[in-house]
Nanobody
Framework: VQLVESGGGSVQAGGSLRLSCAASTYTSSPYCMGWFRQAPGKEREGVATIGGDGRKTYADSVKGRFTISRDNAENTLYLQMNSLKPEDTAMYYC???????????????????WGQGTQVTVSS
């Protein structure tokens, strides 16, 4: 799976951004996709995942502020980010795994296809 992210940028705290991830794959069936982020000097952490069945999982730190969604016809994954905080500043990565259901939790080891990332910077 080839993944290309877009939509990152710089915003002030309280602002919003929508990230997109365009996927290229041989299958037309929905599969597990997710968003991860990595701040300088920190481990890559899970933000949200969505299974082929539409089941969503969110990190506690983004619940109520971020929404993951997908357009299966366009093979595109989205992350709507509202009420952004400076601690949301990171490189955001799209990930995919060609299975129906996502693994438990937000485990980056579950995913074997990754995009190059898009930078999100939130200033106070």
């Amino acid at each position: 799976v080839q993944l290309v992210e877009s939509g990152g940028g710089s915003v002030q705290a309280g602002g919003s951004l929508r990230l997109s991830c365009a996927a290229s794959t041989y299958t037309s069936s929905p599969y597990c996709m997710g968003w991860f982020r990595q701040a300088p000097g920190k481990e890559r952490e899970g933000v949200a995942t969505i299974g082929g069945d539409g089941r969503k999982t969110y990190a506690d730190s983004v619940k109520g502020r971020f929404t993951i969604s997908r357009d299966n016809a366009e093979n595109t994954l989205y992350l709507q980010m509202n009420s952004l905080k400076p601690e949301d500043t990171a490189m955001y990565y799209c990930a995919a795994e060609l299975v129906w259901a996502c693994g438990p939790g937000l485990d980056k080891a579950f995913f074997h296809s990754w995009g190059q990332g898009t930078q999100v910077t939130v200033s106070s």
